[in-house]
C-alpha cells in the first residue's frame, strides 16, 4: 500500500512538473518585462481579475498590477486599444471588466480605447473569443508572468489562426494568499492540457454587448 501510494503522488508530481516545462518552453522569448521588448500591436488583451481578494477581501495586487502594466503598455504607444476580457458576473458578483475598465481611464487611458469582453470567463474563453468573436489574431497578452506563458500555449495549440502572440508580464502578488494562486497554477497548466486533449470549447461564443 506504501509503494502504490508513493508510485502515485510521483506520476502526480511528474505530471505537473512536466505540464509546467512544456508551457514555460513555449513561452521562450514570447514574454517581456521589459516595454522596450514590446513590438508595438493594435492590441492588448487585458485578463481579467477581481480588485478585491477572495480570501479576506483585501485589495487584489494581481488586479492592481495588470492595470498598471495595461497602463504603461497603453501610454508607451505600444497598443492603442485594450480588450479587457473577464467575467461581467464573478463568483463575488463582481463585473470584472467594468472595474478594470474604471481603474484604466482613472489611470489616463481613453475610454475609445477600451473594448470589453464580459463572456471571458476562463482564460480559454478569453483567448478563443479574442480571435473568434472580435477577429483579432495578433495581440499582446497583459497579465502576470505565469498567467501569460499559459494563455499564450492555448493561443498557439488550440487550432486559431494566430500569429506574433507575446505577453507583457505585470509584477507578481507579494501578499501571504498569493501563494495560493500560485500552487493553483500548477494545476491550472494540467487542466490546459485536458482541455486540449477533450477539445474544450468556450462557454459562449456569443457578441458582448
Known sequence: MIWSVATFILLVLALLLLCNLLVVHNAKGKVFSELDSIKSQKYGLLLGTTPKTRIGNRDNQF???????AEHLY???????IL??????SKEGVNEVES??????????NANDIILDGKGYRTLDSVVRTVKVFDIHSFVVI???FHNERAIYQ????????????GYNAADATSNTAFITYLREYL?????FIDLITNKKPLSLEPYN
Open 84 to 89: 479587457i476580457s473577464g467575467s461581467d458576473n
Open 63 to 69: 488586479y492592481n498590477n495588470r492595470i498598471i502594466a
Open 188 to 192: 491550472a497548466r494540467v487542466k490546459l
Open 75 to 81: 501610454k508607451a504607444g505600444k497598443v492603442k486599444n
Open 155 to 166: 493561443a498557439e495549440h488550440l487550432g486559431l489562426d494566430v500569429h506574433d502572440i507575446i
Open 100 to 109: 478594470m475598465k474604471d481603474s484604466l481611464i482613472a489611470r489616463g487611458v
Open 143 to 145: 497579465s502576470q508572468k
